[in-house]
């Protein structure tokens, strides 16, 4: 297989992440931290299209299978 893209995405919910399973440790998320960062999400993607974050809570990647000849 072949690496076409590899990138992450999900940064701001790192910070949210760590906090809540961390430090504060709660038995669920408050629905509060919920619909805030909700309010945020439209903003974060395009910041997340234009920067491409260095870290994120998740990783995309497209590989694809190279042929029996070993062309791509």
Do not use: H
Not at 21 to 46: C, E, H, M, N, T
């Amino acid at each position: 297989m072949r690496v076409v893209e590899c990138r992450y995405f999900g940064l701001a919910g790192v910070a949210g992440w760590f906090v809540n399973s961390r430090i504060l440790k709660p038995p669920i998320l408050p629905a509060g931290q919920l619909a805030l960062y909700d309010r945020f999400v439209p903003l974060l993607r395009v910041i997340e299209r234009v920067t491409g974050p260095p870290v994120g809570q998740s990783l995309f990647c497209v590989a694809e299978v190279a042929r029996a000849d070993g062309k791509p």
